[in-house]
């Protein structure tokens, strides 16, 4: 079993750090989901990410960096691995840094090669939880000037937002392979928005809490969605982030209606919706939050839950028109693909 360290215990954070500049792997919180994290600069370190998680070598890695007012913190840090930095993406980082966001920038062509996948570009963001930020900075004091790190889950599956979800992923490896700092439930729950700025323009490649109004708002200029001409990215994949039992997403009417025509045969299913249902006995019912941030926040979790009942069938009510359930629709519509 890897090693559990609650996060608040005065010497985690230091046996954390030191493992990640000794090129070993650390389970960390940020405020969307956890990573699996290593030295960015450390080629074997990153290798052992792809093989723990299964991951193809070419599916780049975002690469963490420290807050701004640290020595070696994002201010310097972009600038070792990135180089020709749009003015709207500073604008971005000054806005959203430390946060949700992640900015694909072009990289320097002889830093953190492993890291991006072979692409000549590098996803970089600087997190704004604690722990993260604490895991950083003393990493930062040991020479590493960036962790890469992406969710902490086997290629595929949905993403981790507690530490017991990243020690289930990674069961199989030794206390002394893998660290995981538990920091508690991460309070965003889905992954961070990407923008790509290494085309001239903003582009936004996956949705998060972040709408593009925000992002707009920020950097002054329209942000375009993603087209097919983008580098290949794993969480845009069709499918991704799925559980074991099929993901059907459905209006409330006609979740009323299924459950209705099923009746006592509906019991291999779960449904997640936000509409009150009437269904059989024996259906797991479980409310969806009105609230986009408080369904994104238990999203994951959730999808765990309903998924080690043993159900067959994951019913979910397709969530609401508006751009801030953007982040949450990506998801569930990948997790039904
Ligand atoms: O919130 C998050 O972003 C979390 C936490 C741990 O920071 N990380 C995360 O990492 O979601 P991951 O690897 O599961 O997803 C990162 C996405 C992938 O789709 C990856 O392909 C894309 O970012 N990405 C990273 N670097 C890239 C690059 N240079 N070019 C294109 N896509 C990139
Ligand atoms: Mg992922």
């Given at each position: 079993?890897?090693?559990?360290?609650?996060?608040?215990?005065?010497?985690?954070?230091?046996?954390?750090?030191?493992?990640?500049?000794?090129?070993?792997?650390?389970?960390?919180?940020?405020?969307?989901?956890?990573?699996?994290?290593?030295?960015?600069?450390?080629?074997?370190?990153?290798?052992?990410?792809?093989?723990?998680?299964?991951?193809?070598?070419?599916?780049?890695?975002?690469?963490?960096?420290?807050?701004?007012?640290?020595?070696?913190?994002?201010?310097?840090?972009?600038?070792?691995?990135?180089?020709?930095?749009?003015?709207?993406?500073?604008?971005?980082?000054?806005?959203?840094w430390p946060g949700p966001l992640t900015l694909i920038l072009p990289r320097r062509p002889d830093v953190a090669a492993v890291?991006?996948?072979?692409?000549?570009?590098v996803g970089l963001r600087c997190p704004s939880h604690p722990v993260a930020q604490a895991l950083l900075r003393e990493a930062?004091?040991?020479?590493?000037?960036?962790?890469?790190?992406?969710?902490?889950?086997?290629?595929?599956?949905?993403?981790?937002?507690?530490?017991?979800?990243?020690?289930?992923?990674?069961?199989?490896?030794?206390?002394?392979?893998?660290?995981?700092?538990?920091?508690?439930?991460?309070?965003?729950?889905?992954?961070?928005?990407?923008?790509?700025?290494?085309?001239?323009?903003?582009v936004l490649m996956r949705p998060g809490m972040i709408t593009p109004e925000q992002l707009q708002a920020a950097c002054g200029?329209?942000?375009?969605?993603?087209?097919?001409?983008?580098?290949?990215?794993?969480?845009?994949?069709?499918?991704?982030?799925?559980?074991?039992?099929?993901?059907?997403?459905?209006?409330?009417?006609?979740?009323?209606?299924?459950?209705?025509?099923?009746?006592?045969?509906?019991?291999?299913?779960?449904?997640?919706?936000?509409?009150?249902?009437?269904?059989?006995?024996?259906?797991?019912?479980?409310?969806?939050?009105?609230?986009?941030?408080?369904?994104?926040?238990?999203?994951?979790?959730?999808?765990?839950?309903?998924?080690?009942?043993?159900?067959?069938?994951?019913?979910?009510?397709?969530?609401?028109?508006?751009?801030?359930?953007?982040?949450?629709?990506?998801?569930?519509?990948?997790?039904?693909?």
């Open positions: 079993m890897p090693l559990l360290l609650d996060a608040r215990d005065p010497s985690a954070i230091g046996q954390a750090a030191q493992r990640l500049a000794e090129g070993s792997l650390v389970g960390l919180p940020t405020e969307t989901v956890y990573g699996l994290g290593a030295d960015a600069d450390n080629a074997s370190a990153v290798r052992a990410i792809f093989a723990a998680k299964g991951r193809p070598a070419d599916h780049p890695l975002i690469v963490h960096l420290a807050p701004g007012d640290t020595p070696g913190g994002w201010r310097s840090a972009v600038d070792h691995y990135a180089r020709d930095i749009p003015a709207f993406a500073l604008r971005l980082m000054e806005a959203f890291a991006a996948g072979g692409q000549d570009s930062a004091q040991r020479g590493v000037r960036g962790v890469a790190a992406p969710s902490a889950n086997r290629f595929g599956r949905v993403s981790p937002t507690t530490a017991a979800h990243v020690a289930d992923e990674f069961a199989a490896l030794g206390d002394d392979a893998l660290l995981i700092l538990d920091g508690g439930a991460c309070p965003v729950g889905i992954e961070s928005t990407i923008v790509d700025a290494s085309r001239g323009h903003p200029q329209p942000v375009r969605p993603r087209d097919e001409a983008a580098p290949r990215a794993s969480g845009t994949l069709a499918s991704h982030y799925a559980p074991t039992a099929k993901v059907r997403l459905m209006d409330g009417k006609m979740l009323q209606t299924a459950l209705d025509v099923l009746g006592k045969d509906a019991r291999h299913i779960a449904v997640y919706a936000r509409t009150r249902l009437r269904a059989g006995p024996g259906v797991k019912l479980q409310t969806m939050p009105a609230d986009a941030a408080a369904c994104a926040h238990e999203l994951f979790a959730v999808l765990r839950e309903l998924d080690a009942t043993g159900v067959r069938l994951i019913w979910v009510e397709t969530p609401p028109p508006l751009t801030e359930w953007d982040g949450v629709r990506d998801r569930l519509s990948r997790a039904a693909a």
